[in-house]
């Protein structure tokens, strides 16, 4: 996940937007947990627009789920003999807590999602990891919310939709979803049956473009400030959700700035890999001697090797170590300040990564030897680090290594 850093002006009524009590499912023990029960059955294949699919899955163990509305999991699949990890958002509700379901987008040339679309078949079984993500209004409880979404962006949004919807709950949910045309608008139905149970729940749909329709009740255009005044007037007082394309939340953000929105009532999640590259880089590239030390202290339970990580001085954090690559027999520098996938990608070597946060597991390598200090965010189970495997993004050298890729 990410967060924007643009400087969003305070609002004055957003503070009091906020509610306190525990919600059900933060309650509930986790069930189905990927370290000890990693494969997962499709029990369903449902085809929601011309180019969007969700697939359903179940545990064999029939072990529940239990997750947060808004979190993802990262698929770990083979395809034509070769490892290849995705994410993707829970698209269903933790309230239907015996199956879950992820709600997928054909992406012309992608290799996942036309794998998913093309050969996953109810009966085939799929590794999975996770859940993971911290994308959830189940730590933002509020009296209001705005979500906004675009394209396969919606499906984090409509897990929180139909949580909100299925508790009965009643919840004051403004849901402006922006698509290509009318055909393209995802769950566009089950929208319109939740926006007709629940009293305070409205939704409104921006398409760019009529598309095959000649009778299209809704907005054509984009998203712009004087619409979001006109479908949520008191959108400064909502906490606000958004999730689409990295083009699309550059637009909201701005649109938000505009407005004067309190960005501390912002939150968003990007699907894009670059763009959560690029803000991750940019914000480790500045890193303190202070910072560094944080660090590795913090890390020092999760570390490779035994003992207490080693506190680095000022003069030590210069310490650079070699990093070789067995595959594609390149060797590196690494500094003990960077994380080996940062140092890697400077260095020319390319390297599968997705989340750069230690959340999706896409970068997991087997280390042939040496020792890293390694701060995840559960995209690793404990038996693969107990196996030597390290997730490169969040892995910062603390001897030269060899790593098995
Ligand atoms: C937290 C998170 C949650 C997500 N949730 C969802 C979700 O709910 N639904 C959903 O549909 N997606 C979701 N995604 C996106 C998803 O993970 C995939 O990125 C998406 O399905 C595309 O994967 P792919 O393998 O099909 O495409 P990729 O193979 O990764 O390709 C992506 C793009 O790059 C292009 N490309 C690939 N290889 C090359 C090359 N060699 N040269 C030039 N261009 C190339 C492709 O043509 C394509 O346009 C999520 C992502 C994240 C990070
Ligand atoms: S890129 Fe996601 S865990 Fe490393």
């Known amino acids: 996940m990410m967060r924007d850093q643009a400087a969003f002006q305070p609002s004055p009524d957003a503070a009091s937007n906020r509610v306190t009590q525990p919600r059900f499912w933060e309650t509930l023990p986790a069930r189905w947990n990927s370290d000890a029960d990693d494969t997962l059955v499709c029990c369903q294949v449902r085809q929601e627009t011309h180019d969007v699919k969700s697939f359903f899955f179940r545990a064999p163990s029939g072990r529940a789920f239990a997750f947060e509305p808004g979190q993802f999991i990262t698929l770990e699949l083979e395809i034509d003999g070769e490892p290849v990890n995705r994410c993707y958002t829970i698209s ?9 379901s ?41 009296r209001k919310y705005l979500f906004l979404s675009a394209g396969s962006g919606i499906t984090p949004l409509m897990s929180m939709s139909r949580t909100h919807h299925e508790l009965g709950e009643d919840s004051d949910i403004v849901f402006v979803h922006s698509a290509r045309t009318p055909d393209d608008i ?14 305070h729940f409205r939704t409104a749909f921006v398409c760019e473009r009529m598309g095959t329709r000649t009778n299209w009740p809704g907005v054509t255009g984009f998203l712009t400030l004087p619409l979001l005044k006109l479908i949520a007037p008191d959108f400064l007082e909502r906490e606000i959700f958004t999730c ?67 506190v680095k001085t000022s003069v030590e954090t210069d310490v650079r170590f070699k990093v070789s690559f067995t595959k594609s027999n390149r060797e590196i520098e690494c500094g003990s300040e960077q994380h080996v996938l940062d140092a890697a990608r400077k260095a020319g070597v390319r390297l599968p990564s997705s989340c750069t946060q230690g ?29 030597g495997m390290v997730l490169l993004c969040c892995s910062k050298p603390l001897s030269d290594l060899i790593v098995d890729k």
Not at 92 to 100: A, N
Not at 362 to 384: D, F, N, P, Y
């Open 186 to 199: 995802i769950f566009a139905r089950e929208l319109d049956l939740i926006a007709s149970n629940q009293a």
């Open 244 to 310: 689409g394309p990295a083009p699309y939340m550059q637009a909201v953000r701005g649109l938000l700035e505009e407005g004067g929105f309190d960005r501390a009532h912002y939150h968003e999640e990007s699907f894009s890999f670059e763009t959560l590259s690029e803000i991750v880089n940019e914000a480790v590239a500045p890193l303190t001697t202070a910072r560094v030390a944080d660090a590795l202290q913090t890390a020092g339970a999760l570390v490779d090797a035994p003992g207490p990580a080693p």
């Open 359 to 387: 959340m999706c597991g896409t970068c997991k390598v087997k280390l042939v030897s040496g020792e890293v200090a390694m701060k995840h965010a559960g995209g690793i189970r404990q038996r693969e680090i107990d196996q």
């Open 102 to 142: 992820i709600t997928v987008k054909r992406v012309p040339g992608g290799k996942v999602s036309n794998w998913l679309h093309d050969t996953l078949h109810a009966g085939m079984q799929v590794r999975v990891l996770g859940p993971s993500g911290e994308f959830t209004c189940a730590r933002y409880p509020a």
């Open 92 to 100: 269903s509700p933790p309230t239907r807590p015996h199956t879950i």
